[in-house]
């Protein structure tokens, strides 16, 4: 692209979207700027890193080192996509290399680094959201929870990816394409075979937990 189009799809970016607009202002180093990113974006990143990586801790380390990346890259940043799209991608290719770092395949082991006390089951990606909030519904909520996170452990790195970006950063093919480097069909395909995967493991309790039929209405007696 030449600098007059750079410069166009800059302004388009920051008209659309207020984290482009926001890492702007990381890049004028505007005061307080940089920590309400952080704010916004750092239980999201330890949410879906902690299904990639398997452990709270190493979730949490890579999520302070793509915020570091994210500041020593400042002033240099040109948004070509949207901020999300940039941010989840260094923080995919971290969670690749530590994984090859690491000589294993990512697991999360159930309840690992995680209780229903802890203030990160508010991220998407620690807990199924509930309706209610009694006990009894709250207590279902952790233990769908834990179901859902044993089934995302058979998936594979990739596939783990895809699944948690298009559910809780609500991302669309072309940009979990972008962040995994992969064409939109491509991750189309990704998804399909991991929902199977997923059906299949999640349909057994999920039939347990479906409300029973509604009663047919009576014939009338004549």
Known sequence: MSRGELD???????ARDPDV??????????PGAFEAMVARYQ????????????????AEDLSQ????????????????AKFSTWLF???NNLAVNHARSKGRKPSTPIGAGYSADDSRA???????????KTASAQMRQVELSEVVREALAVLNE???????????????????????????????SLLARARNELRERLEPYLELDAPAPAPRPRAAEG
């Open 8 to 14: 166009a799809l800059e302004r388009q970016l920051e």
């Open 21 to 30: 607009r926001l890492m702007l202002q990381i890049r004028d180093d505007v």
């Open 43 to 58: 239980d999201r990143l330890v949410g879906v890193l902690f299904h990639i990586v398997g452990k709270l801790e190493e």
């Open 65 to 80: 080192d793509v915020f570091l990346r994210v500041y020593k890259a400042r002033k240099g940043y040109r948004p070509k």
């Open 89 to 91: 991608t260094i923080a």
């Open 122 to 132: 508010e991220s998407p990606a620690y807990a199924v959201p509930g309706r209610e």
């Open 158 to 188: 990739d596939q783990k990816m895809a699944v948690l970006l298009n559910k809780f950063e609500e991302m669309s093919y072309a940009e979990i394409g972008q962040v995994m480097n992969r064409s939109p069909a491509a991750v189309k």
